[in-house]
């Protein structure tokens, strides 16, 4: 198995990275590996490319992959390109009608409850995103019971996570 620890950037980011990804796709020397969001936190995985080649990726500390994040072959010329499987997320948008101040009072709450039930949490735009861990029903009852849901709506995606096409992503994950 090939150890994969040499990052070389992200394609979403970097046009000229981009660019040489196509090459190596052009030229055969393109692996690509789909990696559950669940396993972009941690530091050493194993991934299986749609070649059904095995790797290591060793990850330095304190970085978590997104998708198109591209990483150096060391046998041979070319590279990995990781995509994230898209998730399922709830993501809840403020009612246009409240005020600016209500706006931001209800932002906080709502990351208030999602944080006391340590659900990760995105701001992406306007919109605040927290992956689908357990039934539906539940989650929108957890935000009814403490009036969320009377101040937003509620609607699901299926969406990788973190964001990687671009737009500004806040995230935080309770422990």
């Known amino acids: 198995m090939q150890c994969l620890n040499q990052h070389l950037g992200n394609i979403h980011h970097d046009a000229e990275l981009r660019a040489q990804v196509t090459a190596w796709r052009d030229h055969g020397q393109l692996d690509e590996a789909t990696v559950d969001e669940r396993d972009a936190h941690k530091g050493r995985l194993c991934i299986f490319t749609d070649r059904g080649q095995e790797y290591g990726l060793i990850l330095t500390r304190g970085t978590v992959l997104t998708s ?37 009072h209800w932002a906080v709450r709502v990351g208030h409850v999602l944080g006391n039930q340590h659900w990760p949490v995105a701001m992406v735009g306007e919109q605040i995103c927290t992956p689908v861990a357990i039934d539906r029903a539940v989650m929108e009852t957890v935000l009814k019971t ?11 995606e299926q969406r990788a996570w973190p964001s990687a096409d671009g737009h500004h992503v806040w995230t935080t994950h309770h422990s």
Request: charged share 25%; net charge negative.
């Open 68 to 104: 198109g994040d591209v990483f150096a072959r060391e046998a041979e010329e070319g590279a990995v390109l990781i995509s994230l499987l898209p998730q399922e997320l709830m993501v809840l948008t403020l009612r246009n009608d409240l005020s600016v101040e209500d706006r931001l």
């Open 146 to 156: 403490h009036h969320v849901a009377d101040y937003c709506t509620i609607h699901y």
